[in-house]
């Protein structure tokens, strides 16, 4: 039965971040698939830790259930919002990506004891992803469960963990103001020299004398390049 839904989690997740951001989307999929066992309503007691390298991103789960709770952790997804290069997964854990906006890593085992399930109390590290992006900010996760003794899903947590994400362009707007701001210097800037240029021209009688020929027949503009 677990094999079933984490082939047809897997082939959801592949077409589209959307399809997968919602954990009540997971539900119902198992709610589905299970037919009348319904998943607990709590949440899973778990956390998620991330070390943020040079373009790396490398998380650990923890499961805080206490000891002898049946739900031990079989998935993680993981919302992104830039170009991944390179996703590394625990021994034994498998992965579904589209490379640019999710990733799902799950345990593939199919019957139990389920033995690569993260169990209460501990953690497992491993879940890495690399990405051209410099940039991070929050992003969605879910984290869902097995349940041992039921041998059906368990409860989920959902929750948000920093990710890589594209570094924004510049806008059309700041564009256009930065554009506009060149064009007013330059025309500022025109303006400015028209004004000595004229001013040159009203000074030049002042400023020349019959003696000096050459300095009379120089124009406005040979005047303010100087000599």
Known sequence: ???????????????????????TFIVLVWCTLVGTHEVKAQDLMSHTDVAIGSQVWAYTLFNDEPTGSPNFISSFYLAVDAPISTVLSPTAWDYQTDNS????????????PYPNDIAPGNSLGGFVIQSSSLTSQMEDTVVASWDHGADAPGPSKTGAVLAPVATPEPGAGMLLASGGFILGLCTRRRKIRQTLIERSHRELPARCFAKDECLRQKTPQQLLLGP
């Open 101 to 112: 906006t999710y990733v799902l890593w799950f345990n593939p085992d199919s019957t139990l």
């Open 1 to 23: 039965m677990r094999s079933f839904i984490h082939l047809y989690v897997t082939q959801t997740a592949s077409k589209g971040r959307k399809s997968m951001r919602s954990w």
